[in-house]
């Protein structure tokens, strides 16, 4: 399990052969969920790749009514119930109903939503349960993946924001469509790496006296570099037992 702790790290560094630097690192420790709702099975697709990833519990939201084709007679229905949330946003009952949900929100700090689009709209079934579950992520850390087939997510986005006003919503969202669907874990990966997210309890190891950090300088928890940009590859054997900050992300030496 994950406990999420978000906090800022500034390393102010005395003066070396690469001159003053100062640092800023971002960590998002913490457990995350990723809520999905899938009515193709891309959205389905998108989170198990996305889960093979990163370390995170999965919701997957489901209509109380099952078997509706939503596309049918030209996306008749899904029409209808984007129409029915459009003119009375504020209302519950404009809503879809859905199935019950037990998960506690209360235990996450990342909520990453995985939503299909309708119509350039988020579908009517995701809105339903963020109109519900919108309050309960006030402060939390929000990423969006949107799967479409070819349409922009710009009104998906402004849906989100709406539902869920209050979040802290990472800079950017994912778009997966069906001319780069094929590359999804490649767009995942570097969209995980953009927003700087950092999976698990966001430690990672130094194994056999080696780092994973590229070429990123190394940090002890007081914000001194002990590990210059240039001989980051080198081998850390002699590194004492503790936590070390590179690349945004905690490394343990045992």
């Given at each position: 399990m994950l406990l999420t702790v978000v906090c800022l790290l500034a390393v102010a560094c005395s003066n070396d052969e690469e001159g003053q630097v100062q640092a800023q690192t971002t960590m998002k420790a913490g457990r995350t969920l990723v809520v999905s709702y899938s009515y193709t099975g891309n959205c389905r697709d998108i989170v198990t790749?996305?889960?093979?990833?990163?370390?995170?519990?999965?919701?997957?939201?489901?209509?109380?009514?099952?078997?509706?084709?939503?596309?049918?007679?030209?996306?008749?229905?899904?029409?209808?119930l984007l129409n029915a949330i459009k003119a009375n946003p504020n209302d519950a009952s404009s809503y879809p109903a859905i199935d019950p949900v037990s998960t506690s929100l209360a235990d996450y700090q990342n909520i990453i939503i995985v939503t299909p689009l309708w119509w350039s709209q988020m579908a009517a079934i995701m809105q339903a349960y963020l109109f519900s579950a919108g309050p309960e992520m006030v402060g939390k850390n929000i990423g969006l993946i949107v799967s479409s087939a070819s349409s922009g997510i710009s009104g998906v986005v402004a849906d989100c924001k709406r539902l869920v006003p209050d979040g802290n919503y990472f800079s950017e969202n994912l778009w997966i469509n069906n001319s780069n669907r094929s590359r999804r874990s490649t767009l995942i990966k570097d969209w995980l790496s953009a927003i700087n997210f950092q999976e698990a309890t966001g430690v990672g190891q130094i194994e056999n006296g080696e780092t994973r950090t590229g070429n990123a300088p190394v940090y002890d928890l007081s914000?001194?570099?002990?590990?210059?940009?240039?001989?980051?590859?080198?081998?850390?054997?002699?590194?004492?037992?503790?936590?070390?900050?590179?690349?945004?992300?905690?490394?343990l030496q045992k």
């Open positions: 790749t996305l889960t093979s990833q990163i370390e995170a519990d999965v919701l997957e939201i489901e209509p109380a009514e099952k078997g509706l084709k939503y596309e049918a007679n030209g996306y008749a229905l899904g029409t209808e914000g001194r570099k002990i590990v210059n940009r240039k001989s980051v590859n080198r081998q850390f054997s002699n590194l004492p037992k503790g936590i070390y900050i590179a690349n945004g992300r905690k490394l």
